[in-house]
């Protein structure tokens, strides 16, 4: 039997991820799909310009798009809106019962919402019980920037096992991250953009401390660490490169931390959770690698690959860390959190 | 009266951006054009594939390919010989008293052999002396590395008015920065490479050290400051772009880094050299520049372009450089360098 | 003493290209900029986001947009106008004694109005007399679509000599013949669109046969043969490529075709325009090409080139042709039907 | 239990495909590969670059690579040799009583192989037959040109219906058409290259009339309709798309040439062969499409995209084609070959 879910901002990028990443999931059936006002009362197939490869699927193609103000039979709904919208609208979802697991950057960094990954910081799924103590039973949690997963994700394990005491990091990231349309063809033909709008610099330099820190006491603790970042748009379709150097606490040689990267396991590897890549993160060992033609599609689009490991100056690290921006950052982290809280529970 | 000039390795990549962007000199002329075996006793008609835009100048067309070995008439050769022969082919003809004016990596870091930017150490040609007498007059002088020519224009003003103290830098280069036919097209479609073979990264790490340094008691010092790079091969035609964070000896805000940059001037500037730009660095306003496609080509390519000047944690700065890596990168540094040899006197 | 002219549309794509090649024109100084009430009253820096390299002309920068309804000092307009609102403004202008020279669409089939390219059809100047005592003294010409230009031109000199009865072609169009944004960088990210909006193939169809007939009696009529056209973007900054498909009344060699071809004159070259380029079409020798990145820019962008003359089945042709979509293909066109209308004393 | 194969060239592009495509097959199992004297002695993994996404099948990667001169305990060998080797090999092969199902073009046009597409000219196997007894038992089959396969496919449905009279076709290529390293990345950079070397414009003019001919009395006869071919190569990584002006015996509506498409099976469908896809001409609606990125990947690249089908002058039609080069039209037509023989007993 499996649980009915329902899609906000169903028609846009990540909505459209989320319906092609649901599609025959052991758990969840979209029953429910919502858009602005513009789209609801059409069938999703009259109301969506689908953009991914194929067609949408058939039973999902059928349904009536609702607007986004409900009511929802789905107790999990999942939210691609866009960020002008979803303050609000998820906001009074969670007052109505509902468990809104978001894409959107609105709520991230609310004091009692947990940002997750679920492989690094589950523990943070403690903040649900403050929240719900607010709002009576529904709750937010949100994954983070699609940068930011990868990032993290990669930082995690070096920041466990050593302690990270800084981080300079260089995004080249691509189209499908801003959307569509997006980025103008003529913004990108034969070119580079080192500027991403929306606080993208700012995202990174501040998302990750929140999930490498702790949550004590009722509070998120930040992790104590700094980073820098400078954000690039490039001419590729999907996967975000990220060129990190990386300080830590206690200096270590470039083979114990791709031991410590390659060896990484989380909650949703040890509850084999239905999108879970079997290895959170893969340790590449070409030196051009990871490449986002070759190696986004790891796993299905879950799995983050790192590669270039290397000594840097004065005890650091350098190294290259790639993620598949519409799976891993944003519908497919959505997915993996939908699917922790209901393995815990969290649903009923 | 124009000063002729012989160009080595002139059916390449380099070789066809001197002999473009000499057509029309107001100094010199091209009379003598040199490639290998293979090109030798064919019109540079016949020998050459020309891949820039349009046709190649009439005047060199004519001319008959000789062999690297000489004998040459001109004093003065441009050398952009691949790696692979530069070494030697160099040193002998400056044992027969030519200078040697080379793009090519294999003389940089030599002992008596400068390392030139005109606008930033044009000191270090008291090296010149030291090498001819090794020579019996002939000499060699090298440009920097594509990428260094504008790492370390830009930081130049920065080191020389507030000191350097360490640098990260990660570069996005151009396709046209590893020649014809250089990189594979299924290696950058829809792609990025975080690798360029060659030691690009360890010399983005040194070359600069030399550079910003000084020439004391016959003997290069290099500057004591710290570099780490990383660098990236992107599907751009021309201009390399760089992110640096940029940590000073003395603190430093982004406005007064901004006049450092956009005031600095030199040599070439000072003797209005006929290939020097008007301003080495531009400044740019814009949040989203440089960019390769908009702002490479400035002052017909010569000029750097530095951005997205801001402050970084701790006191540091943020920047974006870009460079034409095959004009200011390559053969019109080459160009420069000669126009300074000869207005010191040193083609005499 | 320069003719002041107007450029209406100025902050758009094709009104940037007019304001950047009329920079140091010989004939015309721009002293006038309109575009939409939203940029009046504005400085042009300030209302206009450059998007060409480098920056606007300090002269044109300094200028106060105005409104499209005038009044204009100018007799001569240049109209870079959206086709939304191109019409009307036009036709009211045209109404007020100006001279609009436009590379709008909306009134190019119209039924005095020459659709000129200078080269091919300057006798159709004799519809402005006929236009003229519609209005009272002023007119509209225009030129054609981008593609159309260099189609025409390329087919010019067959018809003329050898006429045409049919052609079938295919267009793999730029980028920026989209405007800005234009195309979705999602859009042709690693991809081909098969189509091209605003009824591409029917201008591509019909406009070629107004151009390549007659004016007599006061009325234009079409040359006899058709034109079959399929349109592609593709993921090229500038310069469109068509492969044409052309059966001839007389069947001809490869080698008469390029010569005539490569022989082709026209008015503008007599005249010696200022905007004229030496040879009108460039035929290339080199079995790959005309090539966007190499060839566009032949003659300041202002030639087509053809390439790939070769036989087809039945006694036809095959060819290339490459035309700069936004120099000879829009801007460069119009400002080149300025100046023949000034040397034929039509500005008077 | 799964008959063994063995793969020809297996270290190239073709050669990986096949093994990626082969990976899990349910009736061929990789058991031996082949290349040049190079890479024989080493391991699979040792002696390739995989340059597909992810990583080589395990299975594969252990097996000793061999050189081509056999012996070979497979029956069935599958072929990506480059043509400067095919010729003889494959010859020496079927001389030892190999079936050698073949991607190469060397003998794609000789008298007595069949040039096989199996839902088009399945009946072309009677020249197995006739080949056999020349060689003894052995023999070659091959597949089509990789546009070939696209545009014969598409052609096939019309020309059975309708009859074609001539057609006009414009290819624009995929860059992993041309191998590794194939394409320059400078040739392809904002750019269009309007010409394919190895005499591709010669085999998309001749080979469909093979394929759309018969087989009588012991020869192939070609079909007698005449083609045009003008080809391209575009930034794409897969996915070759074709515009084609097609003229018919009997005028045909758009919607029934839609219908003569879409509906169209062959023996591939009839037999269920597990590669088959079971739709092998997808019509589409969009106005815009097939495009390659959205649509190569369709029935895993097995179907042909045919779209924008509309009346052209003259009562013929225009049509776009899509088809993914490296899969329908180069390994996966090999292996639905293999599939074919196997079903009819050639194998046994």
């Given at each position: 039997?499996k649980?009915?879910?329902?899609?906000?901002?169903?028609?846009?990028?990540?909505?459209?991820?989320?319906?092609?990443?649901?599609?025959?999931?052991?758990?969840?059936?979209?029953?429910?799909?919502?858009?602005?006002?513009?789209?609801?009362?059409?069938?999703?197939?009259?109301?969506?310009?689908?953009?991914?490869?194929?067609?949408?699927?058939?039973?999902?193609?059928?349904?009536?798009?609702?607007?986004?103000?409900?009511?929802?039979?789905?107790?999990?709904?999942?939210?691609?809106?866009?960020?002008?919208?979803?303050?609000?609208?998820e906001?009074?979802l969670?007052?109505?019962?509902?468990?809104?697991?978001?894409?959107?950057?609105?709520?991230?960094?609310?004091?009692?919402?947990?940002?997750?990954?679920?492989?690094?910081?589950?523990?943070?799924?403690?903040?649900?019980?403050?929240?719900?103590?607010?709002?009576?039973?529904?709750?937010?949690?949100?994954?983070?920037?699609?940068?930011?997963?990868?990032?993290?994700?990669?930082?995690?394990?070096?920041?466990?096992?050593?302690?990270?005491?800084s981080?300079h990091?260089?995004?080249?990231?691509?189209?499908?991250?801003a959307?569509?349309?997006?980025?103008?063809?003529?913004?990108?033909?034969?070119?580079?953009v080192?500027?991403?709008?929306g606080?993208?610099?700012?995202?990174?330099?501040?998302?990750?401390?929140?999930?490498?820190?702790?949550?004590?006491?009722g509070?998120?603790?930040?992790?104590?660490?700094?980073?820098?970042?400078?954000?690039?748009?490039?001419?590729?379709?999907?996967?975000?490169?990220?060129?990190?150097?990386?300080?830590?606490?206690?200096?270590?040689?470039?083979?114990?931390?791709?031991?410590?990267?390659?060896?990484?396991?989380?909650?949703?590897?040890?509850?084999?959770?239905?999108?879970?890549?079997?290895?959170?993160?893969?340790?590449?060992?070409g030196?051009?690698?990871?490449?986002?033609?070759l190696?986004?599609?790891?796993?299905?689009?879950?799995?983050v690959?790192?590669?270039?490991?290397?000594?840097?100056?004065?005890?650091?690290?350098?190294?290259?860390?790639?993620?598949?921006?519409?799976?891993?950052?944003?519908?497919?982290?959505?997915?993996l959190?939908?699917?922790?809280?209901?393995?815990?529970?969290?649903?009923?």
């Amino acid at each position: 039997m499996k649980l009915p879910v329902g899609i906000l901002g169903a028609t846009g990028a990540v909505g459209q991820r989320f319906i092609q990443l649901l599609e025959n999931h052991p758990w969840f059936e979209v029953t429910e799909v919502a858009a602005s006002d513009r789209s609801a009362g059409k069938t999703y197939a009259e109301a969506c310009t689908w953009r991914l490869p194929g067609a949408p699927p058939e039973a999902v193609a059928r349904l009536t798009v609702q607007t986004t103000d409900g009511p929802f039979r789905s107790r999990l709904l999942f939210s691609g809106l866009d960020s002008s919208v979803a303050g609000e609208v998820e906001s009074a979802l969670a007052a109505k019962d509902h468990a809104v697991v978001s894409n959107s950057r609105n709520h991230r960094m609310d004091a009692d919402v947990p940002l997750l990954i679920p492989e690094v910081n589950s523990e943070h799924l403690e903040a649900v019980a403050v929240q719900q103590r607010r709002t009576g039973g529904g709750y937010i949690i949100t994954n983070p920037n699609c940068s930011v997963v990868g990032l993290a994700l990669a930082l995690a394990p070096l920041h466990k096992a050593f302690g990270l005491a800084s981080v300079h990091v260089v995004t080249l990231q691509a189209l499908s991250g801003a959307g569509y349309p997006g980025v103008s063809s003529m913004d990108v033909a034969d070119n580079v953009v080192p500027y991403i709008g929306g606080g993208e610099e700012e995202k990174i330099e501040s998302e990750p401390r929140k999930i490498l820190g702790g949550f004590a006491n009722g509070a998120f603790v930040p992790a104590p660490f700094g980073i820098s970042a400078s954000v690039h748009r490039v001419a590729v379709s999907d996967g975000h490169t990220m060129a990190a150097f990386v300080r830590l606490v206690q200096p270590v040689s470039a083979a114990d931390a791709m031991e410590a990267l390659a060896s990484f396991r989380g909650e949703p590897q040890e509850r084999s959770l239905p999108t879970a890549p079997a290895r959170p993160i893969h340790v590449l060992k070409g030196n051009d690698r990871p490449q986002p033609r070759l190696d986004r599609d790891r796993e299905n689009g879950m799995a983050v690959s790192v590669g270039r490991v290397r000594a840097d100056r004065d005890g650091g690290l350098k190294l290259e860390a790639l993620v598949h921006n519409t799976i891993r950052g944003a519908a497919g982290a959505a997915i993996l959190n939908g699917e922790l809280l209901r393995a815990r529970g969290l649903l009923a």
